[in-house]
Nanobody, 115 residues
Framework: QVQLVESGGGLVQTGESLRLSCAAS????????MGWQRQGPGNQRLLVAR???????NYGDSVKGRFVLSRDTAKNTVYLQTNHLTPPDAAVYYC?????????WGQGTQVTVSS
C-alpha cells in the first residue's frame, strides 16, 4: 500500500507561482507512473501532468509551457512547479502514483488564484 502526502497549495495572485509536492511512502516499488490531476468547482478531474518510470512527461494542453513536473526518485517525491497562474488554474490538485495493483491518490491540495 502506498501513502501520499501533498503540500504546497495556497492563495496566490495572478501571475505568481506555487510549487506542489507529493511524497510517497509504503510499498513504492513497481511504481510505473506518477503525476497530478486537478478538479475545479463544477468540473471533472483532468490531467495536469504525468511522468512515467522512464522519465517521459505529458502535460495537459492548458498548462503546457507554464507548469513543470519533476521527481526525486531517491525521496519518492514528485513536484509540480506551477508558473504564471491565472484564475482558471484554481482547483484542488491531486497527485497520484500508479502501480500494477492500481492507482493511489493524494488527499488534494487547494490552489486559489486571485485576479
Amino acid at each position: 500500500q502506498v501513502q501520499l502526502v501533498e503540500s504546497g497549495g495556497g492563495l496566490v495572485q495572478t501571475g505568481e507561482s506555487l510549487r506542489l509536492s507529493c511524497a510517497a511512502s509504503g510499498s513504492v516499488s513497481s511504481i510505473f507512473g506518477m503525476g497530478w490531476q486537478r478538479q475545479g468547482p463544477g468540473n471533472q478531474r483532468l490531467l495536469v501532468a504525468r511522468i512515467s518510470s522512464g522519465g517521459n512527461t505529458n502535460y495537459g494542453d492548458s498548462v503546457k509551457g507554464r507548469f513543470v513536473l519533476s521527481r526525486d526518485t531517491a525521496k519518492n517525491t514528485v513536484y509540480l512547479q506551477t508558473n504564471h497562474l491565472t484564475p482558471p488554474d484554481a482547483a484542488v490538485y491531486y497527485c497520484f502514483f500508479a502501480r500494477p495493483g492500481g492507482i493511489t491518490w493524494g488527499q488534494g491540495t487547494q490552489v486559489t488564484v486571485s485576479s
